[in-house]
């Protein structure tokens, strides 16, 4: 079992950057792919970044390219997403997940993490 606890969640203005962070615990281990998700309101849950777990390897897609950041500490257990240049169409509850997978799978995007997920945190983004 995996479990993954979300934080940095904000309000913010236009313009502005967050770090939000996930917290991992249990039996995680190298061949795990965690990656950042985001829900907003009406609107299907879509994957934002994925790194591979112990790699510096990442995949983002191409709305938050050049804006938000995916890396990881290892030594925390924590998986960070630092957002900048921060867009009201970036509001949306913001979930972390993990799975285990092979590493070209998670670092090319061509699969998803969604095995385990956290409770999310939400980021909102006023003009």
């Known amino acids: 079992q995996v479990q993954l606890v979300e934080s940095g969640g904000d309000s913010v203005q236009a313009g502005g950057s967050l770090r939000l962070s996930c917290a991992a615990s249990?039996?995680?281990?190298?061949?795990?792919?965690m990656g950042w998700f985001r829900q907003a309101p009406g609107k299907q849950r879509e994957g934002v970044a994925q790194i591979v777990r112990g790699s510096s390897t990442t995949f983002h897609v191409d709305s938050v390219k050049g804006r938000f950041t995916i890396s990881q500490d290892i030594a925390k257990n924590t998986v960070y997403l630092q957002m900048n240049s921060l867009k009201p169409e970036d509001t949306a509850m913001y979930y972390c997940?993990?799975?285990?997978?092979?590493?070209?799978?998670?670092?090319?995007?061509?699969?998803?993490?969604?095995?385990?997920w956290g409770q999310g945190t939400q980021v909102t983004v006023s003009s």
């Open positions: 997940a993990a799975e285990e997978m092979i590493a070209w799978a998670c670092y090319s995007g061509s699969q998803t993490p969604t095995k385990y």
């Open positions: 249990g039996a995680i281990s190298s061949s795990y792919c």
